[in-house]
């Protein structure tokens, strides 16, 4: 698929114009495998301005307290979505990254496990959190966050991704969640 140039300023985009700016990669990391590039969305400013909002836009004048990203693509996303809704902003790591004391999880992955990690005091009791992430797939790293943020007894008020593989059915797996996403295949 060839990527759609650059926007022009002021020009107004669409689902499908932040689609078209996103690489499709044949055999990627494995042969059987369409990978999703985002990197080419993310260097188009107005693209990348016009995910952040429409990723932000089902919770604005809703309150958030915290805005959680997962490593590493996740944090491209919340950071600047924290931001806009004047929340907190917290990183859920992979093992060993963080240096204070932190809960941990283990969760499934397609082929084994991997265990997330958040700083113990990242999460207030009672705390409104939004859950975000570039992809949708299978839903088990963001099943994985979920559980971190009950350890912390973090209340979870959505879910928030930028891309969702419809056909990897991970949405069925959240389903007492909202689940917002702005692409889907």
Request: without cysteine; charged residues 25%.
């Amino acid at each position: 698929m060839t990527v759609q140039p650059a926007t022009q300023p002021g020009q107004a985009l669409t689902v499908d114009d932040l689609r078209g700016r996103i690489r499709e990669i044949p055999d990627f990391p494995k042969p059987g495998i369409l990978f999703y590039d985002i990197t080419t969305l993310l260097k188009d400013p107005p693209a990348f301005r016009r995910s952040i909002e429409l990723l932000t836009e089902p919770f604005q004048g809703r309150q958030v307290d915290i805005v959680v990203g997962m490593e590493s693509r996740g944090f491209i996303f919340s950071a600047p979505m924290a931001y806009q809704l004047g929340a907190g902003f917290v990183p859920v790591r992979k093992l060993g990254k963080l240096p204070a004391e932190t809960v941990s999880v283990e969760y499934e992955l397609e082929y084994g496990t991997n265990t997330l990690e958040v700083h113990k005091d990242a999460v207030a009791p009672g705390q409104r959190v939004l859950i975000v992430d570039d992809l949708l797939a299978t839903g088990g790293t963001v099943i994985g966050t979920i559980d971190l943020i009950k350890q912390l007894k973090g209340e979870v008020v959505g879910l928030a991704f930028l891309v969702e593989l419809l056909f990897l059915k991970g949405r069925e797996r959240l389903q007492d969640h909202g689940v917002h996403s702005v692409i889907q295949y």
